[in-house]
């Protein structure tokens, strides 16, 4: 391995990253999708690699559409919601590609769905370049990107809030809670509002099931408030692109919750409680 190599792939591995999360929503299984990558590109004769992006995108892609195939069973079997892996933003990204919601709406698309939409609407690999990543012919490319397409403009959220609209709802909803104020709560949520909570089947108390409605979310959250521990630290944090709430108790991350708002109230709420999924936070 020469150092142009190395320094080629180190160069290329936010990229890698960036690809193996969105796919599988986990940046632990996105890290072994990249450590794998390495071992291929290793392996590689010089004299074969064409362009060191694509040959290690499409290194990447095919081992995430593996381990999609080999997980199948695993998200099945999951107790209650299975939400994606959170992480903290507080560099430039694409706040929308990254999002929690986002990434729950691809779950929703097919592995070959999911990798043909995002390497060209999000990383904007060409038609061909997409095709020989997945290893399928460009025509029929083509047209699982439009049902993809059409899958996601169907489903994807219709508003688009400012930051700072967002951010003063998530700022709100926390001092309603801290203050117990169920009438102030309701008042930031949609009446539609669905709060999710992915504890795995290893946090007491989290619920197995979605809740719907603002009555019901605003009870949940303040009878939370209610039971939890004392000497609970909530943090405004960045996440997945934008602001939402990380609670600390004695020191260890223990809940990370992101929001999805129109800038005026709150329509869905995602709470990551899973040890698992908290340890890069």
């Keep these: 391995m020469t150092d142009g190599a190395l320094e080629s792939f180190e160069a290329h591995r936010p990229s890698m990253i960036a690809i193996a999360y969105r ?39 095919r081992l995430c559409l593996d381990r999609l195939k080999s997980a199948q069973v695993t998200r099945e079997q999951y107790v209650g919601p299975w939400l994606p892996e959170p992480v903290r933003t507080d560099t430039q990204v694409d706040s929308e590609s990254i999002s929690l919601a986002f990434l729950v709406l691809l779950e929703s698309l097919s592995p ?58 998530v700022t709100g909803f926390m001092s309603a809670c801290l203050s117990g104020d169920l009438e102030g709560l309701k008042n930031l949520l ?43 630290v909530p943090e405004f944090a960045e996440v997945n692109g934008w602001p939402g709430l990380v609670l600390r108790w004695n020191g260890a991350v223990f809940d990370v919750i992101s929001f999805e708002t129109d800038g005026a109230h709150i329509h869905a709420i995602r709470s990551v409680l899973n040890p698992d999924k908290l340890a890069r936070i």
């Design 112 to 169: 070959v769905e999911r990798a043909v939409y995002l390497l060209h609407e999000v990383f904007g690999y060409s038609h061909s370049e997409v095709a020989e990543m997945v290893g399928k012919e460009e025509a029929a490319c083509r047209q699982i990107l439009h049902r993809a397409r059409d899958h996601i403009r169907t489903r994807r959220p219709r508003f688009a809030p400012s930051k700072e609209s967002h951010e003063r709802l």
């Design 190 to 232: 949609a009446h539609d509002v669905t709060s999710w909570a992915d504890g795995g089947g290893k946090v007491r108390g989290a619920s197995r099931n979605p809740v719907h409605g603002a009555d019901a979310v605003a009870r949940l959250f303040l009878g939370i408030m209610k039971k939890a521990p004392a000497g609970i």
């Design 23 to 61: 796919m599988l929503g986990s940046v632990a299984e996105a890290e072994d999708i990249v450590q794998e990558a390495w071992l291929r590109w290793e392996a590689a004769g010089r004299e074969d690699v064409r362009s060191d992006r694509a040959f290690l995108s499409t290194v990447v892609t």
